[in-house]
């Protein structure tokens, strides 16, 4: 699986490409934006390095990293990320996902848009169960994976709640 444009009501999630780094640098320069995750904000020399990675794909073939900018199409500016680790098992196709959004576009919906709308994607390609962690102070966080369709299960992983959809075969 790949990354491919994904349009929602108001976001158009675009294909990570290694020159977004200089418009996303701006949009995670808040270092709220790490209260929960750790780390602290990335240079756009460091995010450019992040996204060539990124972008040239994960050396295990049974894996994929999917990871998509955000595009607010009323404003005409990126306003955040998605992404998906694809991996084949035998138990069929998983996901782990993830979302965030620059602190000047948040609780507008859009990472609930968003991910709906990637949740969406890996359906049509016959992804069989979506995870997420979600630290569990995240309440923000823990709203998204909800509307996205997924369900705390309980279990934690290094400090996290591990969230679950299971879709339909």
């Known amino acids: 699986m790949?990354?491919?444009?994904?349009?929602?009501?108001?976001?158009?999630?675009?294909?990570?490409?290694?020159e977004h780094a200089a418009e996303m640098?701006?949009?995670?320069?808040?270092?709220?934006?790490?209260?929960?995750?750790?780390?602290?904000?990335?240079?756009?020399?460091?995010?450019?390095?992040?996204?060539?990675?990124?972008?040239?794909?994960?050396?295990?073939?049974?894996?994929?990293?999917?990871?998509w900018v955000l595009r607010l199409r009323a404003e005409a500016r990126l306003t955040g990320t998605v992404q998906a680790t694809v991996t084949e098992g035998a138990e069929g196709t998983a996901a782990e996902?993830?979302?965030?959004?620059?602190?000047?576009?948040?609780?507008?919906?859009?990472?609930?848009?968003?991910?709906?709308?990637?949740?969406?994607?890996?359906?049509?390609?016959?992804?069989?169960?979506?995870?997420?962690?979600?630290h569990p102070a995240h309440h923000a966080s823990a709203a998204v994976a909800a509307a996205a369709g997924l369900s705390a299960t309980g279990e934690q992983h290094d400090g996290e709640v591990l969230w679950r959809l299971t879709l339909g075969r």
């Open 97 to 134: 996902i993830a979302w965030v959004v620059g602190t000047p576009w948040q609780g507008r919906g859009l990472a609930t848009e968003a991910a709906r709308g990637m949740v969406g994607l890996l359906r049509r390609h016959g992804v069989r169960t979506v995870l997420a962690h979600v």
């Open 2 to 18: 790949h990354a491919e444009p994904v349009r929602t009501t108001r976001l158009d999630l675009v294909p990570l490409r290694v």
């Open 25 to 67: 640098a701006e949009v995670l320069a808040d270092p709220a934006l790490h209260a929960f995750i750790g780390g602290a904000p990335l240079a756009e020399a460091d995010l450019r390095t992040r996204y060539a990675r990124l972008v040239a794909g994960s050396p295990d073939p049974q894996v994929s990293w999917c990871n």
